[in-house]
């Protein structure tokens, strides 16, 4: 192992019997850190998993697909791995639900951020009086 001595790193940190309502559930970590939580069943695992104010991203690990598909759909966040993780691509969008992240990275999605939408509605009823629809327009 390297000498890390000269900056601000973090060990490969495991974290076991973590509990929903410890910190270290509640508040994202951005490191080499893995929480252990036990769960009853997919019913217990999808409310663990939804009950804090991020969602970034979720992985799920099964080999039952039809599972994998039912929870990644009940997860309130903005991407799902399922039996992968960080896996990215520049055609699909990236980004989280609740207070992770702000809009989309990648995809349609990231243009659109960069696009004002307009609506413009046209009558074609018979007796439509041309200046009234000419004044709405200015």
């Known amino acids: 192992m390297r000498d890390l001595s000269g ?24 490191g080499p850190v893995l929480s252990v939580m036990g769960f009853d069943d997919e019913a217990d695992a ?9 969602g ?8 039952d697909i039809s599972k994998a598909l039912r929870v990644s759909k009940a997860l309130r ?13 520049f055609n699909l969008p990236f980004g989280g639900m609740k207070q992770s992240g702000i809009g989309r990275e990648n995809g349609i999605e990231a243009v659109r951020e960069f696009l004002e939408t307009k609506s413009v509605w046209v009558s074609t009823k018979a007796g439509t009086p041309a200046k009234k629809v000419s004044a709405n327009m200015q």
């Open 77 to 89: 966040v903005g991407t799902v791995w399922i039996n992968a993780y960080r896996a990215m691509s």
């Open 7 to 30: 900056g601000q790193f973090v060990q490969p940190t495991v974290f076991i019997d973590v509990k929903s309502d410890m910190r270290i559930a509640q508040e994202e970590v951005f």
């Open 46 to 54: 999808v409310r663990i998993a939804n009950d804090v104010i991020y």
């Open 56 to 63: 970034l991203a979720a992985g799920v690990w099964t080999a």
